[in-house]
């Protein structure tokens, strides 16, 4: 975090929305801090950009209030919130040009035309598009495009940027590289920006916060990190990144540990401190654990705190990693293991049983 | 050598091709060569001159029924636009749903003859007609207003009613074609509701108006049977006597000379509201 008392910029309180029968949003409650990089993450229909674009002011909650900068939104039109979108088609006006899009904000506030063109010239330059103002919107790429949509929303000086699956249309390389660039302009410009998306690895590598969200509620909200170390559910666990789900139950407390049977892996006791607030360690029926926290131990030097055996039924190369699939015994799905290919590290064909490294630490708890 | 692509394409358009010639390029060539003849009572002279444009361009009757066309078609069609605009864009922005069923109303006026429906506004606007008897009925005239029928303004009334659908259609799709969040950006941006119209929605919906305008204009300029049944005698536009010149005068090469006249300010006011549009309507592509 940026500052070290988070000051908060929006604030939403027991937001629902439903459209006829249908509940797309069932009680909202979350408080966005100035300068933060917050991500609404959720499958399709989960009910992210309804919220956003409630933020936005293109929706009115059901109930619920939305507070921006201190004020209460409600019955606040779009245009007179202090918020800008980037919206997920960009939305650029196809009748005008590059320039006269970016400005188009500027000339509704009756800026003087001169003031316009330079306010122009700079958010063109802090997007890399500078000198492409008098480009028609036809003649740019989709990268351009997205560009410019985010130089228009920008050059209006929000509180807030609000971004509705901005990368989704870009094709890979090119989202990559907009992923940093987007997070590099937002800590250099301090202004709030909230990321709709329903890609997981965008979420992580650019937010400072994200708020998961299944069918119209907020399963999780933390920073990336915890997220994706301790999930409090399989659903969060499994929607972030790859997770091995194991049954598992406790066999009680010794001396403030807690004891853990784990049929695929073996017994373990686990810290106290690693046991989530509210589990009831007698509902406690799987855990996880994530595949590059498995390893396969190719040799007698390598260490782990404890070892289970398995047997690799095959292996997916990726160049820097090796996925492999290892059957446990006593477990019917494969655990998926991911071992990174340092020197002199060879591949283990399907077929061979190798020694799985595992520990504590890496456990989380479900039930 | 025609590639297999473009044979194929030929073959498709050649009876549109044919016909078209036929039935449009074979009359205007005809007409184009009349007008350079002159009548001489039964026979036809068919030295060259341009003795009927001449007369054409010169004499005050035709260059006032040619402005009163045009000013009756334009009143039309600006009317009909400006009347259309407003139901395309309920239609469009408004109705959810049974978008349909609300096309098809559209097209409910054009179960009728075109002929009958003229003969509906002489019904009632006529002396003793449906509007008269009402308003006799309710006590606010005591004698039957004589203004409504045999006129102008009846000629711009009915045709107005009788253009609307092809006005309403062209603006309908062009609406329609309006990504909405163009709008929503525009709004987020800062505009009211009448800003963002005039700054996005009229000019994304020109091609459409523009459409509507010369579907309108074009035709009615040329209009000779509604003239005749509710325009009476101020009513008379330039097709009339182009009817007459080709009937009962027995001067076709005039009548041609005052067709092709005709049908090149029609052209070139066309083209001028085909450029302005495109103008207004910016780079849309």
């Known amino acids: 975090m940026t500052s070290p008392l988070p000051k908060p910029i929006i604030d939403l309180k027991g937001i629902t929305k439903s459209f006829g029968t249908f509940q797309a949003l069932k009680g909202i409650d979350a408080t966005i801090n100035e300068g933060e990089f917050f991500s609404l993450l959720g499958p399709s229909g989960c009910g992210k950009t309804t919220l956003l674009r409630m933020i936005a002011g293109f929706e009115m909650p059901s109930s619920g209030t939305i507070m921006i900068g201190g004020k209460n939104m409600a019955g606040v039109p779009a245009n007179r919130r202090p918020t800008n979108m980037v919206f997920q088609s960009y939305a650029i006006f196809p009748h005008l040009t590059v320039a006269e899009n970016v400005g188009y904000g500027l000339k509704t506030r009756k800026l003087p035309k001169a003031e316009i063109a330079r306010e122009v010239e700079q958010a063109l330059n802090m997007v890399d598009l500078g000198g492409l103002g008098a480009r028609a919107a036809h003649e740019l790429s989709g990268g351009q495009r997205q560009r410019v949509a985010l130089a228009r929303a920008l050059v209006m000086k929000p509180k807030v940027v609000l971004l509705d699956e901005p990368l989704s249309a870009l094709d890979k390389k090119l989202r990559d590289q907009m992923q940093v660039e987007l997070r590099q302009l937002q800590q250099k410009l301090g202004i709030t920006f909230i990321l709709v998306t329903h890609d997981q690895e965008e979420a992580l590598t650019m937010s400072d916060r994200i708020a998961v969200m299944f069918e119209g509620r907020i399963a999780q909200l933390a920073t990336p990190e915890q997220l994706y170390r301790r999930p409090v559910d399989r659903r969060v666990a499994s929607f972030i990144g790859v997770m091995n789900f194991l049954d598992a139950r406790a066999t009680g407390p010794i001396n403030g540990h807690l004891a853990l049977d784990i049929p695929a892996l073996g017994s373990i006791a686990l810290p106290s401190a690693q046991i989530p607030e509210g589990l009831d360690p007698g509902r406690l029926n799987s855990i996880g654990i994530r595949p590059e926290m498995l390893t396969i131990l190719f040799d007698g030097n390598e260490h782990a705190e404890q070892v289970a055996r398995g047997e690799v039924t095959g292996t997916a190369y990726y160049g820097d990693m090796t996925y492999y699939s290892v059957r446990l015994p006593g477990h019917a799905e494969d655990v998926t293991i991911s071992m990174r290919n340092t020197a002199g590290r060879s591949i283990v064909p399907a077929g061979s049983t190798v020694p799985v490294g595992w520990g504590a630490d890496s456990i989380v708890l479900f039930q | ?285």
């Open chain 2, 1 to 285: 050598m025609l590639t297999g692509e473009r044979r194929q394409g030929l073959a498709l358009i050649s009876p549109t091709l044919l016909y078209s010639l036929l039935m449009l390029a074979a009359p205007l060539i005809m007409v184009l060569t009349f007008s350079f003849w002159t009548q001489n009572y039964l026979e036809l002279d068919t030295t060259l001159t341009l003795d009927n444009y001449r007369e054409a361009w010169s004499k005050p009757i035709y260059s006032t029924l040619i402005f009163r066309s045009l000013k009756i078609s334009l009143i039309v069609t600006l009317v009909t636009v400006v009347l259309a605009f407003p139901i395309a864009y309920y239609l469009s922005f408004h109705v959810k749903q049974r978008k349909a069923l609300w096309l098809f109303l559209i097209t409910v006026p054009f179960w009728t003859s075109y002929l009958l429906r003229v003969f509906l506004w002489k019904v009632i606007l006529g002396y003793n007609g449906v509007l008269n008897t009402a308003l006799k009925g309710l006590g606010i005239i005591e004698e039957p207003l004589t203004f409504l029928l045999y006129n102008a303004n009846a000629v711009v009334l009915t045709l107005a009613h009788a253009w609307a659908p092809f006005a309403i259609l062209p603006i309908f799709v062009a609406l329609e074609k309006i990504d909405r969040s163009l709008l929503e950006a525009a709004e987020d941006l800062g505009d009211g509701p009448v800003r963002r119209f005039f700054r996005i929605t009229l000019p994304l919906a020109m091609p459409g108006v523009v459409a509507s305008t010369l579907i309108v204009l074009i035709p009615t300029i040329g209009d000779f049977i509604t003239p005749k049944l509710v325009g009476g005698t101020d009513g008379l536009m330039i097709a009339n006597m182009i009817q007459i010149q080709f009937g009962k005068a027995n001067n076709a090469p005039l009548g041609a000379a005052l067709a092709l006249s005709s049908m090149l300010i029609v052209a070139s006011i066309s083209a001028v509201i085909f450029l302005l549009g495109k103008r207004f309507g910016g780079k849309v592509q």
